[in-house]
């Protein structure tokens, strides 16, 4: 056998193999095998957004909702994750990981989802984290927030850069919120914040430490090149100049 017959037999074996081989089967040619995705039989149409909260299918539906009515900057000051939006994957891959089971001929005309959390009883382990310059978003800001936690009997964290102070915010919940605290370089800030929000009648404070060092929020940081370039004065529209009024406020 001459060299070039032997090495086409050889190609031809080696492919041979790699056709018949498990692993390979199960990833490359696979692919083209493998059922397709359920969620894109019927993708989010961007053109035909839901008009109100009662067409929503999951929560995702209002993402794109968010996206168009707002300004690019605060979209992703809300929308970013870290690093290239790598936890963002990692939180939604984690979810999907857990599954409902179904039980059959079980009584659920009385279902209780109630929990209690230091002493405080909520409807549901449902619990409305702490969200920066609510107000960016919406005129009522965290009362609204408040208000749809009262409804529902959730239990609801007040951001450090909130714009409503905590005293209006318990007072729309009707019930005490924990306070979320931010560190910062000077402790006397941290302590005025905590005795404020233990004089408000917080009875938690729930400490945030990713802000000691600084974060890739690679959405944020693209979105907002586009309001880098408006006026000064104009560029207080972006969320995060909502912090500092609220400092001002609190003064």
Not at 122 to 137: E, K
Not at 195 to 211: H, M, Q, S
């Amino acid at each position: 056998m001459s060299p070039h017959h032997f090495h086409a037999a050889s190609r031809r074996c080696f492919l041979q193999f790699l056709a018949t081989s498990p692993l390979f089967a199960h990833s490359a040619l696979a692919e083209g095998l493998r059922p397709s995705d359920p969620m894109d039989w019927a993708p989010r149409d961007l053109d035909k957004l839901i008009a109100d909260p009662t067409q929503a299918l999951d929560v995702f539906d209002f993402e794109p909702v968010m996206k168009k009515n707002v300004p690019p900057a605060h979209f992703g000051y809300m929308a970013t994750g870290v690093d290239d939006e790598l936890t963002l994957r990692a939180n939604r891959e984690g979810f999907q990981k857990f599954e409902l089971r179904p039980r059959r001929l079980v009584d659920v005309s009385k279902i209780d989802m109630s929990v209690e959390i230091f002493g405080a009883k909520f409807d549901s382990p449902i619990v409305i984290a702490p969200t920066g310059s609510n107000r960016a978003f919406h005129p009522d800001a965290e009362i609204a927030v408040a208000k749809a936690a009262r409804a529902g009997n959730h239990l609801q964290i007040l951001s450090t850069v909130a714009t409503t102070s905590i005293e209006d915010a318990i007072a729309a919940r009707g019930a005490p919120v924990w306070f979320q605290l931010y560190t910062t370089q000077n402790p006397e800030i941290g302590e005025a914040l905590v005795k404020r929000a233990e004089a408000a009648g917080a009875p938690v404070i729930a400490v945030t430490l990713d802000v000691r060092s600084q974060a890739k929020w690679g959405t944020f940081a693209r979105l907002r090149r586009t309001v880098w370039e408006l006026p000064r004065w104009e560029r207080l529209s972006v969320p995060q100049a909502e912090f500092f009024r609220h400092l001002t406020c609190r003064r």
